[in-house]
Nanobody, 123 residues
C-alpha cells in the first residue's frame, strides 16, 4: 500500500496549486481521505477530508472557501485544489487514508500516509 503525494512547489501569494495523492494497493473510494499540513516549528494540522463512498467533505476554518478536496475513482487519486494561497499556507502537505466512514481530524486514526509535498507561498 502506498500513497504518493505530489504537486507542491513555490507559488506567489494569491496563486493556486493542485496537490495529488495517488494510491496503489488500496481503493481510495473505500477510504476516508484527509489532507494534513505541518509548517516549520508547528504541530501537524488537519485541513480537509472527503468521506469514503460519498462526496461529503469538511474543511478547517483556515482553508474553507479557498481549498477544495476531491477524488477521482477512475484514477484512484485524491486532489486538493488550493486557491488564494497565503504565506501562512506554507507547509509540508500530507494525504492520509482511514478505513472509516466519517471525517476524523486526529491523525492517529489514519493507517496510510503519503510522504508529503512541500508548498511554499512567497513573493
Amino acid at each position: 500500500v502506498q500513497l504518493q503525494a505530489s504537486g507542491g512547489g513555490l507559488v506567489q501569494p494569491g496563486g493556486s496549486l493542485r496537490l495529488s495523492c495517488a494510491a496503489s494497493g488500496l481503493t481510495l473510494r473505500s477510504y476516508t481521505i484527509s489532507w494534513f499540513r505541518q509548517a516549520p516549528e508547528k504541530e501537524r494540522e488537519w485541513i480537509s477530508c472527503i468521506r469514503r463512498t460519498s462526496t461529503g467533505t469538511e474543511y478547517a476554518d483556515s482553508v474553507k472557501d479557498r481549498f477544495t478536496i476531491s477524488r477521482d475513482g477512475a484514477k484512484n487519486t485524491a486532489y486538493l485544489q488550493m486557491n488564494s494561497l497565503k504565506p501562512e499556507d506554507t507547509a509540508v502537505y500530507y494525504c492520509a487514508a482511514a478505513a472509516r466512514g466519517i471525517c476524523l481530524r486526529d491523525g492517529s486514526n489514519y493507517a496510510y500516509w503519503g510522504q508529503g509535498t512541500l508548498v511554499t507561498v512567497s513573493s
